[in-house]
Structures are given as structure tokens and as C-alpha cells.
């Protein structure tokens, strides 16, 4: 089946960037998403982009796109201690019911005052 | 707007007991439904989606079952659970060619 991989944990200072990583499989995934998970909470659509673009900026979040090698990063700028929190990369498969994704095992993001 | 709920959100089972998990979504109509489950090591897995009322698709070969008695109730069950159905449930929806998918803020079933 489709996959999608992304490194475990990230540690970062309080005011750094932080880059979250997420590889695919599904070449014909249409959207990919990020999502936050704040401990025993649900998900948090974060942002997602389009297949066709390479970059969309909201606030202090940055996604990038590389279609080519199927890889997505998500960037944080000014990262705060309330950003820590599980990321998940997912796509949606090239469907058309978009809640019907495929998620990577997520990033434990933990930010360093 | 549009809002999901979720209930109980944790609940302690004995093995071989049935289980019942609600959510409803608010706010909107004809919605597609899903079912997650996020077992330990944080992945999430669709276990069931719904496109309308009375259907219903499985991903995965389960112990469990899954029924939308409404246009915004989406039901998961089982009739005996086992200890590996553990696990954070979450519930999420859409809506047509909204590109977003909506997650409740899950059920947390620890089988005993």
C-alpha cells in the first residue's frame, strides 16, 4: 500500500526554525496536509497544499512541495513552547473523499525554552 | 459553523464486552465520515468511512464494525472486544469538494 514516512522527534531553542519532514509513495495524491496533535487531543488541520504548487506560506508556517521527489517539509518559523505538539504529514491519495488519508507515523516536536 | 463531538472521551472496557462510539457533526449536511484509530506509536489508520446514510466501506479486516443510522451519526461498535482494539479512536469529516478533513477530539478506549 501507500506509504508515508516522516523522522520520529525534533528538539528545538524557543526562537529557532523548525523543519518537520514527511516522504510519500502516492504519486497521484492530490493534497497533502499537516496536522497538529496537542497531547490527548484530536487532530488540527494545520495547512495543506495543493500537488501542483511548491510553497504556501500562512503566518509562521511554511509548506514545501517537491513533487518530484515526493517530499514535503513543513517549516515553523519563531517556533514557541506551545508549538510542541505531534505533526503528521498525510495525503489524500488522488480521492475525492479528502478525509480518506494516509498518515505518517508523526513528529514529536519539543521545544526548549 | 460546523463542530464534531466525540463521546465518552476515555473509556475503560473488559475484554469480551460490546462497545458503542458516537459522533455526530453539526453545521452541515451530507457529510463524509471516517473513522481513525491511533494505536501506540502515534500512526493513524482510516478504519471505516461513510459517504452517506447506511454506507459504509472498511479499510481494514477488524474486529469491529461501523454504522451511520443518520446523515450525521457515525457509530463504531463491537460485539465482544478484544485487548488489541486499544487504542485513540478519532473521528473526522468532510464535505464534498471541501479540501479539508475535520477530526473530533477522540475516545480513548483502554480494554481490560
Known amino acids: 500500500g501507500e506509504d508515508v514516512e516522516q523522522s520520529l522527534f525534533l528538539s528545538v531553542r524557543e526562537g529557532d526554525s523548525s523543519v518537520i519532514n514527511c516522504t510519500y509513495t502516492d504519486s497521484s495524491s492530490t493534497y497533502l496536509y499537516w496536522y497538529k496533535q496537542e497531547p490527548g487531543a484530536g487532530l488540527q488541520l494545520l495547512t495543506y497544499?495543493?500537488?501542483?504548487?511548491d510553497m504556501k506560506q500562512d503566518q509562521r508556517l511554511t509548506v514545501l512541495l517537491n513533487k518530484k521527489d515526493k517530499h514535503l517539509s513543513l517549516r515553523i518559523a519563531d517556533t514557541q513552547t506551545g508549538d510542541s505538539a505531534i505533526y503528521f504529514c498525510a495525503e489524500n491519495g488522488g480521492g475525492t473523499s479528502y478525509g480518506k488519508l494516509t498518515f505518517g507515523q508523526g513528529t514529536i516536536l519539543t521545544v526548549h525554552p | 459553523s460546523q463542530t464534531i463531538h466525540q463521546w465518552p472521551a476515555t473509556l475503560v472496557q473488559p475484554v469480551g464486552s460490546p462497545l458503542s462510539l458516537e459522533c455526530t457533526v453539526e453545521?452541515?449536511?451530507?457529510?463524509?465520515l471516517y473513522w481513525y484509530r491511533q494505536a501506540a506509536g502515534r500512526g493513524l489508520q482510516l478504519l471505516f468511512y461513510s459517504v452517506g446514510i447506511g454506507q459504509i466501506s472498511s479499510e481494514v479486516p477488524q474486529n469491529l464494525s461501523a454504522s451511520r443510522p443518520q446523515d450525521r451519526q457515525f457509530i463504531l461498535s463491537s460485539k465482544k472486544l478484544l485487548l488489541s482494539d486499544s487504542g485513540f479512536y478519532l473521528c473526522a469529516w468532510s464535505v464534498g469538494s471541501d479540501t479539508e478533513a475535520f477530526f473530533g477530539q477522540g475516545t480513548r478506549l483502554t480494554v481490560v
Open positions: 497544499i495543493f500537488s501542483n504548487m
Open positions: 453545521g452541515t449536511s451530507n457529510p463524509n
